[in-house]
């Protein structure tokens, strides 16, 4: 594998969280076709089968609860005997919920988005924080909303969500730059991508009628992730990526 400039890249092993869905599909496939050994995850065995299929040879489904830590530390062993430590995980989990206004946020809404932003990726980094801040090649990568720097009344849950992933992302950041300046790791990276909505053909199709102003493209953030690994974790480490259009 080369680069632009004709030198050669590790082949790099990459854990894609949200594996099933059309980011995960798209960002899946634009690694392996980078050259990576590529692990998707999802909770659903026939959905993450699937997925994993289409994002073409190579790429090798995981089930796995996020959000249940132990689940999690299972997967990390599971993923361990297949190929040793990864590189560097790309965290696709998420979810969506509204509401009105303030007065109407449900306990539920909460408790959904809590456990789709904040707790999958806290048991994620946790887990293997270690394996990725050893790597030379580093990466932790989420995908977060416009919404956050602009909130409103019916977005409160959800950005709130929002936010709190982002500051656990930005203290893995930093935890990557004490490890690098300490001499027991990466250099490594944490990284914030930002959109104001993800689409895809399939989606494009089900409402012709929509434009979706704003909106990236799922192929777009899959070129967005493969660029990671071409930058220096140095100029990356802590910073937040606007993708949006």
């Given amino acids: 594998m080369t680069d632009n400039a004709g030198a050669a890249r590790p082949q790099l092993k990459i854990l894609v969280t949200g594996g099933s869905g ?26 993450i089968t699937t997925a994993a299929e289409q994002a073409g040879d190579g790429v090798t489904p995981f089930v796995c609860d996020l959000a249940r830590l132990d689940d999690v530390r299972q997967l990390r062993k599971d993923v361990s005997a297949v190929a040793g430590p990864v590189d560097a995980v790309i965290h696709l989990v998420g979810g969506w919920r509204g509401a009105q206004g303030i007065a109407d946020q449900t306990d539920e809404d909460w408790d959904f988005l809590e456990r789709g932003a904040v707790s999958t990726l806290r048991n994620v980094s946790r887990v293997f924080y270690d394996d990725v801040a050893a790597s030379p090649n580093g990466r932790f990568a989420m995908v977060s909303s416009t919404a956050v720097s602009r909130p409103s009344a019916a977005t409160a849950s959800y950005v709130a969500a929002k936010a709190a992933a982002e500051a656990w992302t930005m203290a893995v950041a930093d935890g990557f730059r004490r490890a690098a300046a300490q001499g027991t790791g990466g250099p490594a990276a944490a990284v914030i991508l930002v ?46 990526l606007l993708l949006a259009a």
Wanted: proline share 4%.
């Fill in 22 to 47: 059309a980011s995960g599909v798209a960002v899946a496939r634009a690694l392996r076709n980078a050259g990576h050994r590529v692990f998707t995850v999802g909770t659903d065995q026939a959905r």
């Fill in 195 to 240: 959109v104001k909505a993800l689409v895809d053909e399939g989606l494009r199709r089900s409402h012709p009628e929509r434009s979706f102003p704003g909106a990236t493209d799922v192929e777009d953030l899959a070129r967005a992730v493969v660029g990671l690994f071409d930058a220096p974790a140095t100029e990356l480490n802590g910073t937040r």
